[in-house]
């Protein structure tokens, strides 16, 4: 069937003009991921450096023994794990030494040795033995 002139130019313009767009934006929206800007991983690293750590005694740290305030002594270091809590694979048995020393249950076996790369993210100090 021959074309009529309409038909043609509707064809051009979904040809040469929408294709073309629909390919760059495509391309821009799910091919040309590019990562972060630096600025955004620099801001990251700064905040992770400007957390003051600092010696807590273990009456301090027995003081956040409940499920929204929750610190953990691990290996003479102190950890605020109250935002861990949900995301805790033992579910409530993170609990079981809320505001004590976990480091014999943090230690045992149902933890695999990847966990230990978790704990900086929550340290707030030490115990101070003073």
């Given at each position: 069937?021959?074309?009529t002139?309409?038909?043609?130019?509707?064809?051009?313009?979904?040809?040469?003009?929408?294709?073309?767009?629909?390919?760059f934006?495509?391309?821009?929206?799910?091919?040309a991921?590019k990562?972060?800007?630096?600025?955004?991983?620099?801001?990251?690293?700064?905040?992770?450096?400007?957390?003051?750590?600092?010696?807590?005694?273990?009456?301090?740290?027995k003081?956040?023994?409940?499920?929204?305030?929750?610190?953990?002594?691990?290996?003479?270091?102190?950890?605020d794990?109250?935002?861990?809590?949900?995301?805790?694979?033992?579910?409530?048995?993170?609990?079981?030494?809320?505001?004590?020393?976990?480091?014999?249950?943090?230690?045992?076996?149902?933890?695999?040795?990847?966990?230990?790369?978790?704990?900086?993210?929550?340290e707030?100090?030490?115990?101070?033995?003073?």
């Open positions: 069937t021959p074309s002139p309409k038909t043609m130019e509707t064809t051009e313009l979904l040809l040469y003009i929408l294709l073309p767009l629909f390919a934006f495509a391309y821009k929206q799910f091919i991921q990562p972060a800007p630096r600025h955004v991983s620099l801001v990251k690293e700064q905040k992770a450096k400007s957390k003051v750590l600092r010696g807590y005694s273990l009456e301090e740290v003081e956040h023994n409940k499920r929204d305030d929750c610190w953990l002594v691990i290996d003479g270091k102190v950890y794990v109250t935002s861990y809590i949900d995301t805790h694979m033992g579910g409530d048995a993170i609990m079981n030494n809320a505001g004590a020393d976990s480091s014999i249950g943090f230690h045992g076996e149902q933890h695999p040795a990847k966990v230990a790369q978790l704990l900086p993210e929550y707030i100090g030490w115990i101070d033995s003073k």
